[in-house]
């Protein structure tokens, strides 16, 4: 595995292999990786010959300054980590200054799907995600990415993104990698105290519980608001809980196949997220 820093370095490796036939598999990630991140590099398997991992901590789609200071770092680990696969082609760990020269001023706005849920309460994230999404692909001229449904609205947003502006790229899903009491790994987990640990596994049982009353026929408000509570009881800051469609993202009445549960909640100045299918 190479690592790269430079958008030029990056360039002559993936020109080289386009000229050689080769097939470019993406992971874009922020660092601090875990087994979602090895899930989503292994996802590519068989679907192309070459694979790039990218590590940027992205400035422009953290609203919130001291959320992007914390946002945990580690290259040397993450590189490490990545070496072990033996999967990994290259590591592209580029700096600001590859990704936003002095004057960068363009933005990607997928309008609607940005303002719902997570898109409510961090303005421009999704803006900042679509533009360095964007970005990514260009600089490494993937054919195809991998992202988690863990950030379904994100996998959501990009799609879209693809389809309207026919971006030369095959989006993959990748089912959510959960820790064996069912919390989503992500990223954000390592900053939880071992008391916040024990109190993160109730968001994924709240969800599997409304789910099941759903499932048996239970009306959606009140299961949503009884949820909600559960949650408050258990010590967090609900965002929001919602019943949405996956396509749209707009709310659901019914429970049915292409509905999901989505939640944003909070333990101290920890943001955790998640969502599951109703079928
Ligand atoms: O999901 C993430 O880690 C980030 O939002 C992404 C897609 C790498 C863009 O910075």
């Given at each position: 595995m190479k690592l790269v820093r430079t958008r030029q370095e990056l360039t002559e490796i993936v020109t080289q292999w386009h000229k050689n036939g080769e097939t470019i598999g993406l992971v874009p990630t922020m660092g601090s990786l875990h087994e979602g991140h090895l899930t989503l590099v292994r996802a590519l398997d068989g679907k192309a010959t070459r694979r790039i991992v990218t590590i940027f901590v992205n400035p422009i789609q953290f609203n919130n300054p001291d959320d992007f200071q914390l946002y945990p770092r580690g290259l040397e680990a993450d590189e490490a980590l990545l070496a072990e696969t033996?999967?990994?082609?290259v590591l592209y760990a580029p700096d600001e200054t590859q990704i936003y020269p002095p004057g960068f001023c363009t933005r990607i706005t997928v309008s609607g799907l940005d303002k719902v849920l997570c898109g409510g309460d961090r303005p421009g994230h999704f803006d900042g995600v679509a533009t360095i999404v964007t970005k990514l692909f260009m600089q490494t001229r993937a054919d195809i990415a991998a992202f988690g449904e863990k950030d379904f609205q994100q996998l959501c947003i990009i799609r879209k993104m693809v389809t309207d502006l026919d971006l030369p790229v095959t989006i993959l899903p990748v089912p959510t990698v959960r820790e064996a009491d069912n919390l989503a790994r992500s990223s954000?987990?390592?900053?939880?105290t071992p008391a916040q640990r024990q109190q993160a596994a109730h968001l994924p049982q709240a969800l599997i519980s409304c789910l099941e009353a759903l499932k048996a026929g239970q009306a959606v408000t009140p299961t949503l608001e009884l949820c909600v509570r559960t949650l408050k009881e258990a010590g967090f800051t609900v965002h929001y809980l919602d019943l949405r469609s996956e396509k749209t993202l707009t709310p659901a009445e019914k429970a049915d196949a292409g509905t999901r549960l989505f939640v944003a909640a909070s333990l101290g100045d920890i943001r955790l997220i998640d969502n599951m299918p109703v079928a």
């Amino acid at each position: 595995m190479k690592l790269v820093r430079t958008r030029q370095e990056l360039t002559e490796i993936v020109t080289q292999w386009h000229k050689n036939g080769e097939t470019i598999g993406l992971v874009p990630t922020m660092g601090s990786l875990h087994e979602g991140h090895l899930t989503l590099v292994r996802a590519l398997d068989g679907k192309a010959t070459r694979r790039i991992v990218t590590i940027f901590v992205n400035p422009i789609q953290f609203n919130n300054p001291d959320d992007f200071q914390l946002y945990p770092r580690g290259l040397e680990a993450d590189e490490a980590l990545l070496a072990e696969t033996g999967l990994v082609d290259v590591l592209y760990a580029p700096d600001e200054t590859q990704i936003y020269p002095p004057g960068f001023c363009t933005r990607i706005t997928v309008s609607g799907l940005d303002k719902v849920l997570c898109g409510g309460d961090r303005p421009g994230h999704f803006d900042g995600v679509a533009t360095i999404v964007t970005k990514l692909f260009m600089q490494t001229r993937a054919d195809i990415a991998a992202f988690g449904e863990k950030d379904f609205q994100q996998l959501c947003i990009i799609r879209k993104m693809v389809t309207d502006l026919d971006l030369p790229v095959t989006i993959l899903p990748v089912p959510t990698v959960r820790e064996a009491d069912n919390l989503a790994r992500s990223s954000r987990n390592r900053r939880l105290t071992p008391a916040q640990r024990q109190q993160a596994a109730h968001l994924p049982q709240a969800l599997i519980s409304c789910l099941e009353a759903l499932k048996a026929g239970q009306a959606v408000t009140p299961t949503l608001e009884l949820c909600v509570r559960t949650l408050k009881e258990a010590g967090f800051t609900v965002h929001y809980l919602d019943l949405r469609s996956e396509k749209t993202l707009t709310p659901a009445e019914k429970a049915d196949a292409g509905t999901r549960l989505f939640v944003a909640a909070s333990l101290g100045d920890i943001r955790l997220i998640d969502n599951m299918p109703v079928a």
